[in-house]
């Protein structure tokens, strides 16, 4: 089969490796038809990981299950199934409690698996003909009858709708509340959408790409451009001095300066100025434990320098990690097949699998009019 295999820093491309098949009794097969490009995998792209080279990229897969393990039970051969980028077991006790994206038997060792992510298990992504799906009766997602029409939607399941929806959820996004996400990049507009959808009174979105600003814009969002570096003062004088209810992060490690230096910690300190005392914070941006490419010597450790005296003085309150994807995928499903929600707005380009290498230059390159990729295999 075709996969988007990682060679080294900036360096991917598309080659025939074997064919994923099934390989526990609870697994099944999908060809995938549709399988995006992440903020996610770029962390992975830049070398920035300790992701091994040889593996297959792509964790957020939609497609057609071809072949069942003899102990699978729910899923159907020809179903349509989008996975959560999260590989859970569905009976240890995280998964037991909704917290599939911890789950503590799909990675020995560690909480949590995904396919083709650093240091969350050894399984191969689906920016592939083929992918295999673990304990696939709990894993996938069989989609609603207009799974064809919607695939743009319904692909975003797999990964930043959930994930934009857990940020809001994380720093307590109500009916009513004002919220200010960092990052316009596809995970910030889905934290932005999801904060409409909650019926939020304001949601201010704050990056520096004029392209990504003009699509929070474009779902009733406040765009706050940083250009200028003057993101807090513009959000404290839009809430009146005393900051949002809710913040979210949704940048991460890597975030930037409006010069463009990396400074890891300007995103979370932002957040404690521009989210008002007792508000919530959701950091849903990755950030990692040990980071050697990084410049300075707390980064390399992953570490930042943390504003924890305002945050403790403003009584503030942060949740993080990996979004449990499976905790509001099947909601979410919901929204879009009665028409109320279409994630698919944020999409720039829909290419073939083949052009992987391109997709991934002028994405990591966030330049302009790139916002988000997804890659047709079948194409
Ligand atoms: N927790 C999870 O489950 C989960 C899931 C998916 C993605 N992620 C992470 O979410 C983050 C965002 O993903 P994405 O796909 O949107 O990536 P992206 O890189 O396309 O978008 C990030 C955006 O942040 C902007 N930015 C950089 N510095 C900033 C700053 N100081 N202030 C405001 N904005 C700034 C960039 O200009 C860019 O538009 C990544 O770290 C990704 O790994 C986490
Ligand atoms: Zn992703
Ligand atoms: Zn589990």
Excluded at 19 to 35: F, G, H, P, S, W
Excluded at 77 to 99: H, K, Q, S, W
Excluded at 143 to 170: C, Q, R, W
Excluded at 273 to 284: L, M
């Amino acid at each position: 089969m075709k996969a988007v295999v990682y060679k080294g820093p900036r360096d991917v491309v598309v080659k025939n490796v074997p064919d994923a098949k099934i390989e526990k009794a609870t697994d099944v097969l999908v060809k995938i038809t549709t399988t995006n490009i992440c903020g996610s995998d770029l962390h992975m792209y830049e070398g920035r990981t300790n992701m091994e080279p040889g593996r297959i990229f792509g964790h957020e897969n939609l497609g057609t299950v071809i072949e069942i393990g003899s102990a699978v039970e729910r899923i159907k051969l020809r179903d349509r199934v989008c996975m959560p980028f999260n590989i859970a077991c569905g009976f240890c006790e995280n998964c037991e409690r909704g917290l599939t994206g911890f789950c503590l038997i799909a990675n020995p060792g560690n909480a949590g698996a995904a396919y083709g992510f650093a240091g969350m298990g050894p399984y191969s992504g689906g920016q592939a003909e083929l992918l295999r799906v673990p304990y696939a009766d709990f894993n996938c997602l069989v989609l609603p009858p207009d799974a064809e029409e919607k695939e743009n939607d319904y692909v975003m399941l797999s990964d930043i709708f959930p994930t934009g929806y857990h940020a809001t959820e994380l720093a307590g996004v109500q009916a009513g509340d004002s919220v200010v996400i960092y990052g316009a990049g596809p995970v910030g507009l889905m934290a932005a959408y999801s904060s409409i959808i909650k019926a939020a009174s304001k949601v201010m979105v704050v990056d520096m790409h004029k392209d990504r600003l003009a699509l929070a814009e474009k779902i009733g969002a406040i765009a706050v451009d940083d250009s200028d570096g003057s993101a807090v003062e513009q959000v404290l004088a839009l809430t009146a001095g005393q900051g949002a209810d809710r913040g979210c992060e949704c940048v991460g490690y890597q975030c930037c300066d409006h010069k463009g230096h990396e400074v890891p910690n300007l995103t979370m300190n932002n957040l404690v100025k521009t989210v008002r005392p007792s508000g919530g914070i959701g950091v849903v941006g990755v950030f990692i434990p040990e980071d050697p490419h990084a410049k300075d010597k707390l980064a390399k450790q992953g570490q930042i320098v943390f504003d924890f005296g305002q945050f403790w003085i403003k009584g503030q309150h942060i949740g993080t990690g990996q979004a449990n994807v499976k905790a509001y995928n099947r909601k979410l499903c919901k929204l879009i097949a009665e028409g109320k929600a279409k994630p698919s707005f944020i999409i720039s380009h829909e290419l073939p699998l083949d052009r992987a290498a391109e997709a991934y230059e002028n994405f990591d390159a966030r330049k302009e009019g790139w916002t988000k990729v997804v890659l047709k295999p079948g194409h």
